[in-house]
């Protein structure tokens, strides 16, 4: 697969900070904390969970890129574009797989079996035990 150096997941440090030049939060819940106000409704515990997953894997492989040959990480941006290549019908933005990513929101069944399928996992991998049937 290739890329261009030119991505909007290539960000510098300043970008990832306000005015004021404090760091941006990264989670719904502390920018809620952040300008006082409570979240309306905080991640359902499976969300948190499997954004917490997903990103040990995304952190635990790298790719090397064809055109450069250079090792680069995974971020929400490269997945989506991988996920695209794998199930091109897979209706995902990366806007979508930045939130399930950060546990914004809950991710629906067929992007939990692609993903899955794109790190070789299980999709139960995703899922909490206590969430599992017993065996």
Do not use: C, W
């Not at 150096?5 to 952040?34: C, F, I, T, W, Y």
């Not at 300008?35 to 991640?43: F, H, N």
């Not at 997903?54 to 250079?70: G, I, K, N, P, Y």
């Not at 995974?74 to 019908?89: S, V, W």
């Amino acid at each position: 697969m290739t890329k261009q150096m030119n991505k909007a997941s290539d960000v510098e440090a300043d970008d990832l900070a306000d005015e004021s030049g404090e760091a941006r939060p990264d989670s719904v819940l502390e920018r809620a904390e952040q300008q006082g106000k409570a979240a309306i409704d905080p991640p359902h515990v499976a969300t948190v969970y499997f954004a917490k997953r997903f990103q040990e894997l995304a952190a635990s492989m790298h790719v090397r890129m064809l055109d450069t040959d250079r090792v680069r990480k995974l971020t929400p941006l490269r997945i989506q574009r991988m996920l695209k290549e794998q199930a091109p019908d897979l209706p995902v933005s990366q806007t979508q797989i930045y939130r399930y990513f950060h546990g914004e929101a809950p991710p629906r069944l067929d992007v939990v079996y692609e993903l899955a399928r794109l790190f070789g996992v299980p999709p139960t991998y995703f899922v909490p035990d206590e969430f599992l049937p017993e065996k």
